[in-house]
């Protein structure tokens, strides 16, 4: 599976941006994917994961009620919707697959995607 990250930009803080997460291959469907960043200076940290079905999510506290993770497996891509973001937010977002959501959560996926970069402006 490769993955390719889109979507990153500068914002406002309080504004949105959707990232995306494109992916090859044709069994997209049966991955769970996630959404990682990483700050500058700091380890990169879990953000969402959904199931391979979209019945799933789970988010990190940091983003919850603000960040929602989803997917459509017609189109081979999981986004992450970003709404009321922070300066703290900034960092650069990596998307990433694996068979099961666990790997995902615990930061150790099959597979990753490049990174693309948000910055969030006060």
């Known amino acids: 599976v490769q993955l390719q990250a889109s979507g990153g930009g500068a914002v406002q803080a309080g504004g949105s941006l959707r990232l995306s997460c494109a992916a090859s291959?044709?069994?997209?469907?049966?991955?769970?994917m996630g959404w990682f960043r990483q700050a500058p200076g700091k380890e990169r940290e879990f953000v969402a994961v959904?199931?391979?079905?979209?019945?799933?999510?789970d988010v990190a506290a940091s983003v919850k009620g603000r960040f929602t993770i989803s997917r459509d497996n017609a189109k081979n891509t999981a986004y992450l919707q970003m709404n009321s973001l922070k300066p703290e937010d900034t960092a650069v977002y990596y998307c990433?697959?694996?068979?099961?959501?666990?790997?995902?959560?615990?930061?150790?996926?099959?597979?990753w995607g490049q990174g693309t970069l948000v910055t969030v402006s006060s």
């Open positions: 959904i199931n391979w079905s979209g019945g799933f999510t």
């Open positions: 291959g044709r069994t997209f469907s049966s991955y769970c």
């Open positions: 990433a697959a694996a068979p099961d959501s666990s790997s995902i959560r615990l930061g150790v996926p099959n597979y």
